[in-house]
């Protein structure tokens, strides 16, 4: 087996957008055998409770028995945390650009209503209005294109329905704002270098998160894609941020 440590490269020395996808999807393929042990630990299991409060927001409730698509999928925990909700009969498309993540995910949706979909974000195979809702979560972040990546959400939703994104975020106050941020950036990494045992993919994970839009920046970012109703909610003394917005009715998407 190759050594991870030598595969991929680092995703923010590249800069052509094919190159960079190309890294990101290394990346995580490198990572995918540890990432959800790896994941829960990190995060001391909150990543859970967070995932849960993304699916609160999903309004899946008025629409039971419908497609929902959760991008960015990995290992299929959010799916998951969907349609294990009491009354939910629909289905979860699970969209991800990295095969093996997919593939060391596989044995835990046996038996349960989610399809794996390996494609990229910024070009989903679905036609347009098909999905009754859109859920992404930690990964919108990596998209080379975040614009093109909302109205890509934006155009397979069906009007009315939600798009719900979690992410990490930086605390805005201090003294939280300093510690995490010493955590984040330098702690982190190391443990992350150890544990993981690639060399870059948990100092991409910091630097990612501080080149990505401020809360407030993502939600205006949202509205100018088209959606409505947007809000978000910053979680763990913001740490990490929850938006959503309801696609616009048909003709309102810009
Ligand atoms: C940090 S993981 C998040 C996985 C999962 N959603 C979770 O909650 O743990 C980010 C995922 O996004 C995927 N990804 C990044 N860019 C993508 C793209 N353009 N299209 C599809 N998947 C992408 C990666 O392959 C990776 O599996």
Redesign the pocket.
Known sequence: MANPRKRGKDPLTVSAPDER?RA??EM?AAIAPRYDRL?HLLSLNVDRFW?RRAVDRLGWLERPHGLFLDV????Y??GIELVRRSGFCGRVLA????QA?LHHGRPKIAGLPILPLCA???RIPIPAGRCDGVMA???IR??VDLDDGLAELGRVLNPGARLVLLDFAMPGRQPLKWLYRQYFTRLLPVIGRLLSKHSHAYTYLPESVLAFSEPARLAARLSSAGFHDVGWEPLSGGIACLWWGVRAPVDGLT
Do not use: E, K, P, W
Request: glycine share 8%; proline share 0%.
């Open positions: 996808a990101v999807r995580f994941n995932r960015c999928s990995g290992t925990d959010l969209l991800d650009f990295a993540m990229d974000a910024l979560a930690f990964g990596n998209l």
